[in-house]
């Protein structure tokens, strides 16, 4: 079953509208290659199609858990995972840019 889902979805991505415009790969370029990757089981492989797939899933769950139960400091912890997020992403996305220069 998961096998059938995997390949379905590595043949149905979808393309970066950011990079068939403009050239550059986005922010979030990356995150479908990363996921099918962690749905294979290939951490690694995930973690170099983007890095932060792993973070902004924990995030999406504890906003969820935080939206039903209502954590006492949920809301500290939701900021806290948003930065942390935000710097990895823009983290990753200043690295790509500047890979091939370094």
């Given amino acids: 079953m998961l096998l059938n889902i995997v ?8 393309p970066c509208l950011y990079k068939s415009l403009l050239g550059v790969e986005c922010p979030g370029c990356g ?7 962690l749905l294979k ?13 792993l973070p902004v899933m924990f995030m999406l769950a504890f906003l969820i858990l ?3 139960f209502r954590f006492k400091n949920g809301l500290a912890i939701l900021k806290i995972t948003f930065l942390i997020n935000a710097a990895i992403i ?3 996305y200043i690295y790509r840019l500047t890979w091939p220069l370094l």
Wanted: hydrophobic fraction near 50%; glycine fraction near 2%; charge should be negative.
């Fill in 66 to 68: 935080f939206l039903i």
């Fill in 90 to 92: 823009n983290i990753n």
């Fill in 7 to 14: 390949s379905w979805l590595e043949d149905h991505t979808i």
């Fill in 41 to 53: 089981g290939h951490f690694l492989e995930s973690f170099k199609a983007w890095p932060a797939l």
């Fill in 31 to 37: 995150t479908q290659r990363a996921f099918i990757e």
